[in-house]
């Protein structure tokens, strides 16, 4: 398990993945589906769905 070596060093912004490469360098990387909020999804009554044949 790593150690805490320093706290709040980076400005962190949401959607993006921060690590520490193999040189030591703080990094970020965007995520696929980071800081998006779900939506929701609409509720289709019965009557308005087509069959299919």
């Known amino acids: 398990?790593?150690?805490?070596?320093?706290?709040?060093?980076?400005?962190r912004k949401p959607g993006y993945?921060?690590?520490?490469?193999?040189?030591?360098?703080v990094c970020e990387a965007k995520m696929a589906r980071g800081g998006r909020k779900k939506k929701a999804k609409k509720k289709?009554?019965?009557?308005?769905?087509?069959?299919?044949?």
């Open 1 to 11: 398990m790593g150690r805490i070596v320093a706290k709040n060093v980076v400005q």
């Open 17 to 25: 993945l921060y690590y520490v490469d193999s040189k030591g360098n």
């Open 44 to 53: 289709s009554s019965s009557r308005t769905k087509k069959k299919r044949r």
